[in-house]
C-alpha cells in the first residue's frame, strides 16, 4: 500500500496491506491515550482546566485530522490518484487555524502550548508570546491556503510559516523574557 507522500503529493513509500491498514488506527489510538493522560500528569494540571474546553476541542480535530489522512490513503489505494498534499491543505488550515485558538486560550502548563525557559518561567512571557502566537497561527492557515493556488508549490505554503512562525516565537519570548527582566519584573 502508498503509505507516504514526498512534497510533491507523489507516493515515496510503501508498506505492507496489514500496516496500511491498521497502523493510522493504533497511531490515533496511543494518540488519544496521551492526549487523555496529559492533563492528569500535568504539574499545573489546574491551568489546564481553564481551558479545558479548547483543550478537548484540539483533541477531537487531531483525531479528525487524523482520520481524514487515513481516509485519503485508503481512497488513494483504492485506485483513486490525486496530490496528497494539495488535499491535505484544508486540513491542515483547520487544525493550524485551532491551535492558534488553543494556544491564545492556554495556561501556563507543562504539556501544551509554546514552552520556551522563557514562557515557562514567566506567567507574563507566557501570556504575551501565546496571544502573539495565536495571531500567528491563524495567519499561518490563512497562508497555507493559498497553497490551493499553487499546486506545485502548496507544502510550501504550509512548512515555511510554521517554521518561520516556530522560530519568530522562540526569539520573541526571549526578547518578552529580557525586557520582564530589565524592568525588574522577573
Known sequence: MASHWNAKGQVDGYMS??????????????????????????????????????FDTFVVLILLFLLYIYSLTIVWNLGKTFNMTYAMLPAFAVLFYYAGVLVE?????????????WTLTNEEVWDKTHRMGG????????????????????FWFVLVPIILMTVYLFIYSYFEFQKIKRNGKS
Not at 105 to 117: E, L, M, S, Y
Not at 135 to 154: Q, R
Open 105 to 117: 486560550k492556554a495556561k501556563r502548563n507543562w504539556f501544551v502550548g509554546i514552552r520556551t525557559p
Open 135 to 154: 495571531k500567528l497561527f491563524k495567519i499561518s492557515a490563512v497562508i497555507s491556503l493559498f497553497g490551493l493556488l499553487s499546486y506545485e508549490y502548496a
Open 17 to 54: 496491506k496489514y500496516w496500511g491498514l491498521f497502523l493510522m488506527p493504533f497511531i490515533s489510538l496511543l494518540m488519544a491515550l496521551l492526549l487523555v493522560l496529559i492533563p492528569k500528569i500535568d504539574p499545573l494540571k489546574e491551568n489546564i482546566v481553564k481551558f479545558r474546553k479548547y
